[in-house]
């Protein structure tokens, strides 16, 4: 790390738990020394270190060894034939976050490297505003780190992402609201408490996690950048941030650069950014979200303007599906793949099947779906949708009286 | 009894480190205005050439995003609060 700069502006700052530029309240974001990055960060050296998130270490934000999280990531890249077939293309990857570890979501990389960064920094109590995942994740690891925990949640969210912060101990605050204004109320927090925010003021680094999500994708593809990658969108954050992972590693000679998409996917109860990319804007207008998918249920996406630029960059698509089209997305991965995947994976998975189909994305090309949280945390979203067990009693005869039955069915 | 105005972090350097400021003014156009006057250089630090918000300010009237309301537009009543919050958090 060299310095925090401005994305706008590029003023620079020190490297601190602030996340705005002072001047035009830009983001601000790590800057690094790649050429001396590039001395040490070689494909042998990669190959040689433990398998996680953190064997790219020289491109995630802390100054010394990382202390928190350090078996994350490396989550399975999975060849989804079966799926393929069903949405009509040549060849298709599953990057199963729905298993990272310790809390069975993407967020588990940012909040490693967010509380990794706030323990170098000094500080003993960490916080964030969340959708459910990111709430989980800073309640387990800062319970592993030792470090003291509130999160911020709306308070309408699914029973298991509750439980799933409850049981580490951290302080969960429920906001009647929605994720935007839990959002707004944390912001004006941050300022107060002198916390780790990990989405406020620790942000910059926080952030940068994301990235080990696309160099997990180059190296398990066998050094190479997928042609279509397909990425959910909240914030907007992942999807800036897997294009930036990407860059680097063309930028350090570890990949050869090809030509690549990052597409974006949405639900269309809360589409501001594909909403906006499909009309060709530049700007998009901030919505009051309603939909199952709640993890993605932010209506001002902080990131929005950098996702739709970062589409525009990589001649990407961004499209939205309804509620319904999410619980089919989810049992149609389920069914092919045997991966159950939370809401925001049947958002992804449902996107990549509609920009097929609209050709959007070529029959005879191949795609990396990025699947970030687990079903078992939104079983809300799907119970009733997915058939009941049928009952009968312990007796051979009424098992085969039932698949008769099923067979004159059939 | 006047408005009151939330002042973040980054501007309080041109607030003398006052967190909160009252205006007396009708929209939140001329709120920005009478901060500009009485704390010169923080108009431009909220507002683009054009004179519209900035992209990564986002301004509440209590806790509603002004951009669901009427924009610079929008009507200021006694006792309302306004929050001016970085766009940048969250996610």
Known sequence: MKALKCRECGREYPLEATHVCEFDFGPLEVAYDYARIKKSLTREAIASRPRSMWRYRELLPVAKD????????????????????????RELWIKNDAVNYPTLSFKD?????????????????????????????????????????????????????????LV???????????YDEVNRLCAEIAGKFGWAFVNVNMRPYYAEGSKSMAYEIIEQLGWRIPRHTIVPMASGSLLTKIQKGYQEF?????VTESKYSIHGAQATGCSPISVAQKAGLDFF?????????????????????????????TAAH??????????????????????????????TV????????????????????????????????????????????????????????????? | MAKI???????????????????????????????????????????????????????????????????????????????IIPAIAGG
């Open chain 1, 66 to 89: 990382p202390t928190v999280g350090l078996q994350v990531g490396f989550t399975p890249l999975v060849k989804a034939d079966r799926l393929a077939a069903q949405l009509g293309i």
């Open chain 1, 168 to 178: 580490y101990g951290a302080n969960v605050i429920g906001i009647k609201g929605h």
């Open chain 1, 318 to 347: 961004a499209d939205d599906i309804t509620d319904d089209e999410i619980r089919d997305a989810i049992k149609l991965l389920a069914e092919t793949e045997g991966i159950f995947a939370e809401t925001a994976g049947g958002v």
């Open chain 2, 5 to 83: 105005i939330r002042i973040p972090t980054p501007l309080r350097k041109l607030t003398n480190n006052e967190e909160l400021v009252e205006v007396t003014a009708a929209t939140i156009g001329d709120a920005i205005k009478e901060l500009q006057a009485r704390f010169p250089g923080i108009e431009e630090r909220l507002v683009d050439e054009k004179g519209e918000v900035r992209r990564f300010v986002n301004v509440y009237v209590n806790e509603e995003d002004i951009r669901f309301l009427q924009n610079r537009a929008t009507p200021l009543k006694d006792g309302d609060e306004i929050s």
């Open chain 1, 250 to 254: 063309v930028k350090l000679g570890l």
């Open chain 1, 109 to 165: 990389r940012v909040v490693s490297v967010a509380l990794s960064r706030a323990k170098e920094l000094g500080f003993t109590t960490v916080a964030c505003a969340s959708t459910g995942n990111l709430a989980n994740s800073v309640a387990a690891q800062a319970a592993a780190a030792g470090l003291k925990a509130y999160v911020f949640i709306p308070s309408d969210l699914e029973q298991g992402k509750i439980i799933n912060s």
């Open chain 1, 285 to 313: 207008k901030p919505v009051k979200p309603d939909t199952v998918a709640k993890s993605l249920a932010i209506g001002t996406p902080a990131d929005g303007f950098y996702a739709l630029k970062a589409m525009k960059e």
């Open chain 1, 350 to 410: 449902g996107v990549a099947k509609k920009l097929i189909a609209a050709g959007k994305i070529p029959h005879d090309s191949s795609a990396v779906i990025c699947v970030t949280g687990n079903g078992l945390k939104t079983l809300d979203a799907v119970t009733g949708h997915v058939g009941q067990p049928r009952e009968i009693k312990p007796s051979l005869r009424e098992f085969e009286a039932l698949l008769s039955a099923e067979t004159v069915a059939a």
